[in-house]
Protein backbone atom coordinates (compact mmCIF):
# COMPACT_ATOMS: atom_id res chain seq x y z
CA UNK A 1 0.00 0.00 0.00
CA UNK A 2 1.38 3.27 -1.50
CA UNK A 3 2.43 6.13 1.42
CA UNK A 4 -0.93 8.16 1.61
CA UNK A 5 -3.68 5.51 -0.03
CA UNK A 6 -6.49 4.20 2.01
CA UNK A 7 -6.78 1.14 4.27
CA UNK A 8 -8.22 -1.48 1.63
CA UNK A 9 -10.88 -2.20 3.94
CA UNK A 10 -12.25 1.40 4.33
CA UNK A 11 -14.01 1.11 0.78
CA UNK A 12 -16.13 -1.89 1.99
CA UNK A 13 -17.36 0.24 4.77
CA UNK A 14 -17.92 3.39 2.71
CA UNK A 15 -19.70 1.73 0.28
CA UNK A 16 -21.95 0.38 3.14
CA UNK A 17 -22.26 3.44 4.55
CA UNK A 18 -23.51 5.07 1.98
CA UNK A 19 -25.81 2.62 0.73
CA UNK A 20 -27.51 2.49 4.25
CA UNK A 21 -27.98 6.29 4.08
CA UNK A 22 -29.36 5.99 0.78
CA UNK A 23 -31.50 2.78 2.16
CA UNK A 24 -32.94 5.56 5.13
CA UNK A 25 -33.73 8.15 2.82
CA UNK A 26 -35.77 5.87 0.45
CA UNK A 27 -37.31 4.50 3.41
CA UNK A 28 -38.79 7.91 4.72
CA UNK A 29 -39.75 9.17 1.56
CA UNK A 30 -41.39 5.77 0.12
CA UNK A 31 -42.19 3.45 2.70
CA UNK A 32 -43.13 5.37 6.00
CA UNK A 33 -46.24 6.81 5.94
CA UNK A 34 -46.89 9.81 5.02
CA UNK A 35 -48.84 11.26 8.84
CA UNK A 36 -45.80 9.54 10.14
CA UNK A 37 -44.69 11.81 13.33
CA UNK A 38 -47.59 14.25 13.58
CA UNK A 39 -48.35 13.21 17.26
CA UNK A 40 -44.48 12.03 17.74
CA UNK A 41 -43.23 8.80 17.02
CA UNK A 42 -46.62 7.21 15.44
CA UNK A 43 -49.10 6.95 12.63
CA UNK A 44 -51.52 9.50 12.89
CA UNK A 45 -53.84 7.94 10.45
CA UNK A 46 -54.18 5.33 12.92
CA UNK A 47 -56.00 7.30 15.31
CA UNK A 48 -58.72 7.74 13.12
CA UNK A 49 -58.72 4.58 12.01
CA UNK A 50 -58.96 3.07 15.51
CA UNK A 51 -62.13 5.36 15.59
CA UNK A 52 -63.89 4.26 13.09
CA UNK A 53 -63.49 0.72 14.01
CA UNK A 54 -66.77 -0.94 15.80
CA UNK A 55 -66.82 -0.89 19.46
CA UNK A 56 -66.45 -4.39 20.82
CA UNK A 57 -65.83 -3.87 24.41
CA UNK A 58 -68.41 -2.18 26.56
CA UNK A 59 -66.52 -1.96 30.09
CA UNK A 60 -67.47 -3.16 33.52
CA UNK A 61 -69.95 -0.28 34.13
CA UNK A 62 -72.33 -1.43 31.22
CA UNK A 63 -72.91 -4.39 33.14
CA UNK A 64 -73.78 -2.54 36.45
CA UNK A 65 -77.09 -1.30 34.88
CA UNK A 66 -78.83 -5.29 35.34
CA UNK A 67 -76.28 -6.93 37.01
CA UNK A 68 -75.19 -4.93 40.18
CA UNK A 69 -76.11 -7.77 42.24
CA UNK A 70 -73.79 -9.88 40.17
CA UNK A 71 -70.76 -7.35 40.30
CA UNK A 72 -71.15 -6.59 44.29
CA UNK A 73 -70.88 -10.40 45.00
CA UNK A 74 -67.17 -10.69 42.05
CA UNK A 75 -65.95 -7.62 43.76
CA UNK A 76 -66.42 -8.97 47.68
CA UNK A 77 -64.60 -12.24 46.36
CA UNK A 78 -60.56 -12.98 45.11
CA UNK A 79 -62.07 -12.37 41.22
CA UNK A 80 -62.71 -8.83 42.22
CA UNK A 81 -59.81 -7.75 39.70
CA UNK A 82 -61.08 -9.46 36.84
CA UNK A 83 -63.02 -7.75 33.98
CA UNK A 84 -66.70 -9.26 33.38
CA UNK A 85 -65.63 -9.56 29.37
CA UNK A 86 -62.49 -11.38 30.42
CA UNK A 87 -64.83 -14.14 30.79
CA UNK A 88 -67.94 -13.23 28.87
CA UNK A 89 -66.29 -11.77 25.70
CA UNK A 90 -66.63 -8.42 24.39
CA UNK A 91 -70.03 -7.25 25.24
CA UNK A 92 -71.25 -4.20 23.22
CA UNK A 93 -73.60 -5.42 21.02
CA UNK A 94 -75.12 -7.14 24.81
CA UNK A 95 -75.27 -4.08 26.22
CA UNK A 96 -76.98 -1.87 22.97
CA UNK A 97 -79.30 -4.72 22.41
CA UNK A 98 -79.60 -6.75 25.35
CA UNK A 99 -82.88 -9.00 23.98
CA UNK A 100 -80.75 -9.67 20.30
CA UNK A 101 -77.51 -10.62 21.39
CA UNK A 102 -76.40 -12.55 24.49
CA UNK A 103 -72.50 -13.08 25.55
CA UNK A 104 -71.45 -16.17 26.31
CA UNK A 105 -71.18 -18.05 29.88
CA UNK A 106 -68.06 -20.34 29.68
CA UNK A 107 -68.99 -23.89 31.03
CA UNK A 108 -66.01 -25.87 30.10
CA UNK A 109 -63.18 -26.98 32.20
CA UNK A 110 -61.30 -25.68 29.62
CA UNK A 111 -61.70 -21.89 30.23
CA UNK A 112 -61.11 -21.98 34.37
CA UNK A 113 -58.53 -24.17 33.63
CA UNK A 114 -56.56 -21.21 31.43
CA UNK A 115 -55.67 -19.33 34.81
CA UNK A 116 -55.46 -22.19 37.00
CA UNK A 117 -54.26 -25.05 35.73
CA UNK A 118 -50.90 -26.08 37.13
CA UNK A 119 -47.78 -23.58 35.63
CA UNK A 120 -44.31 -23.53 36.94
CA UNK A 121 -44.57 -19.45 36.40
CA UNK A 122 -47.24 -18.41 38.15
CA UNK A 123 -46.65 -17.44 41.84
CA UNK A 124 -46.80 -19.61 44.64
CA UNK A 125 -50.06 -19.31 47.04
CA UNK A 126 -52.35 -18.92 43.56
CA UNK A 127 -54.43 -21.47 43.28
CA UNK A 128 -53.63 -23.99 40.69
CA UNK A 129 -54.93 -27.78 40.05
CA UNK A 130 -53.75 -30.83 37.96
CA UNK A 131 -56.49 -31.34 35.34
CA UNK A 132 -56.35 -34.76 35.12
CA UNK A 133 -55.79 -35.63 38.86
CA UNK A 134 -58.65 -32.50 40.41
CA UNK A 135 -62.22 -33.72 39.78
CA UNK A 136 -61.71 -34.84 36.25
CA UNK A 137 -64.87 -34.67 34.23
CA UNK A 138 -66.70 -32.67 36.67
CA UNK A 139 -67.80 -29.41 35.28
CA UNK A 140 -65.85 -26.34 37.70
CA UNK A 141 -68.92 -24.59 38.45
CA UNK A 142 -70.16 -27.67 39.83
CA UNK A 143 -68.10 -27.17 42.67
CA UNK A 144 -66.95 -23.16 42.49
CA UNK A 145 -69.24 -19.91 42.12
CA UNK A 146 -67.17 -17.86 39.21
CA UNK A 147 -68.40 -15.14 40.37
CA UNK A 148 -67.59 -16.16 44.17
CA UNK A 149 -64.86 -18.81 43.69
CA UNK A 150 -65.26 -19.91 47.42
CA UNK A 151 -63.42 -23.29 47.76
CA UNK A 152 -66.51 -25.76 48.34
CA UNK A 153 -64.52 -26.82 51.87
CA UNK A 154 -60.91 -25.70 53.16
CA UNK A 155 -57.61 -27.52 51.22
CA UNK A 156 -56.88 -30.60 52.60
CA UNK A 157 -53.03 -30.30 51.29
CA UNK A 158 -50.69 -27.89 51.25
CA UNK A 159 -50.48 -28.26 46.69
CA UNK A 160 -53.78 -26.87 46.36
CA UNK A 161 -51.87 -23.30 46.20
CA UNK A 162 -48.57 -23.98 46.48
CA UNK A 163 -48.86 -26.63 43.52
CA UNK A 164 -44.74 -26.07 42.52
CA UNK A 165 -43.23 -26.28 46.03
CA UNK A 166 -44.94 -29.24 46.70
CA UNK A 167 -44.01 -30.96 43.31
CA UNK A 168 -40.41 -30.47 43.59
CA UNK A 169 -40.65 -31.92 47.25
CA UNK A 170 -41.99 -34.90 45.81
CA UNK A 171 -39.16 -35.58 44.55
CA UNK A 172 -36.77 -34.23 47.03
CA UNK A 173 -34.71 -35.76 50.64
CA UNK A 174 -37.98 -34.15 52.47
CA UNK A 175 -40.54 -35.98 50.20
CA UNK A 176 -41.63 -37.61 53.36
CA UNK A 177 -41.38 -34.54 55.57
CA UNK A 178 -44.96 -32.88 56.45
CA UNK A 179 -44.95 -29.34 55.65
CA UNK A 180 -46.06 -28.70 59.34
CA UNK A 181 -42.84 -29.67 60.62
CA UNK A 182 -40.85 -26.64 59.33
CA UNK A 183 -43.77 -24.21 58.88
CA UNK A 184 -46.35 -23.30 61.79
CA UNK A 185 -50.00 -23.10 60.01
CA UNK A 186 -52.43 -21.02 61.49
CA UNK A 187 -56.09 -23.08 61.30
CA UNK A 188 -57.43 -19.93 59.87
CA UNK A 189 -54.75 -20.15 57.36
CA UNK A 190 -57.14 -22.66 55.54
CA UNK A 191 -59.96 -20.95 55.34
CA UNK A 192 -58.45 -17.49 54.24
CA UNK A 193 -54.38 -17.66 53.06
CA UNK A 194 -54.33 -14.27 51.54
CA UNK A 195 -54.87 -12.68 55.03
CA UNK A 196 -53.84 -14.96 57.52
CA UNK A 197 -50.20 -16.58 56.81
CA UNK A 198 -48.15 -19.19 57.36
CA UNK A 199 -44.95 -19.13 59.85
CA UNK A 200 -41.44 -19.52 58.09
CA UNK A 201 -38.69 -20.64 59.88
CA UNK A 202 -36.13 -17.47 60.40
CA UNK A 203 -33.73 -19.65 62.48
CA UNK A 204 -30.78 -22.36 62.03
CA UNK A 205 -32.56 -23.95 64.82
CA UNK A 206 -35.40 -25.89 62.70
CA UNK A 207 -33.00 -27.47 60.49
CA UNK A 208 -31.07 -28.21 63.51
CA UNK A 209 -33.93 -30.55 65.04
CA UNK A 210 -33.05 -33.20 62.19
CA UNK A 211 -29.86 -32.14 61.07
CA UNK A 212 -27.77 -31.66 64.53
CA UNK A 213 -25.36 -33.65 65.82
CA UNK A 214 -27.42 -34.49 69.09
CA UNK A 215 -30.79 -34.17 67.43
CA UNK A 216 -32.87 -37.45 67.58
CA UNK A 217 -33.45 -38.40 64.36
CA UNK A 218 -32.47 -41.19 62.13
CA UNK A 219 -28.66 -41.99 61.84
CA UNK A 220 -28.76 -41.39 57.94
CA UNK A 221 -29.91 -38.03 57.70
CA UNK A 222 -27.22 -35.73 57.45
CA UNK A 223 -25.40 -34.18 60.71
CA UNK A 224 -23.52 -30.74 60.91
CA UNK A 225 -22.12 -29.00 64.45
CA UNK A 226 -24.82 -25.95 64.55
CA UNK A 227 -22.50 -23.62 66.08
CA UNK A 228 -19.76 -24.10 63.42
CA UNK A 229 -21.22 -25.13 60.77
CA UNK A 230 -21.33 -22.15 58.00
CA UNK A 231 -22.23 -20.08 60.45
CA UNK A 232 -23.23 -16.88 60.18
CA UNK A 233 -25.24 -17.77 57.19
CA UNK A 234 -28.76 -19.46 58.10
CA UNK A 235 -29.20 -22.86 56.44
CA UNK A 236 -31.28 -21.78 53.21
CA UNK A 237 -28.54 -19.25 51.98
CA UNK A 238 -26.80 -22.46 50.70
CA UNK A 239 -29.66 -25.01 50.21
CA UNK A 240 -33.13 -24.79 49.14
CA UNK A 241 -35.13 -26.49 51.99
CA UNK A 242 -37.81 -27.78 49.49
CA UNK A 243 -35.24 -29.63 47.63
CA UNK A 244 -32.01 -29.60 49.86
CA UNK A 245 -29.11 -30.74 47.71
CA UNK A 246 -25.64 -29.17 49.02
CA UNK A 247 -24.73 -26.24 46.74
Not at 100 to 124: K, V, W
Not at 147 to 160: G, I, K, Q, R, V
Request: glycine residues 6%.
Amino acid sequence: MGKGALPQQIVPLLILFTAGILGLFVARYFLVPKSFGEYGHYRADAVDEIAASEVSFAGYKACLDCHEDIYDLKQASNHKGLACEVCHGPCAKHVNAPDEFTPPAPRTRDFCILCHGYNLSRPSGFPQIIPELHNPGKVCMTCHNPHNPLLPHPPEDCSACHREIASRKMVSHHATLACIDCHIVPPDHWKDPQTIRAWKPTNREVCGKCHAEDAESPKEIPRIDLNTHGKPYLCWDCHYPHSPEAK
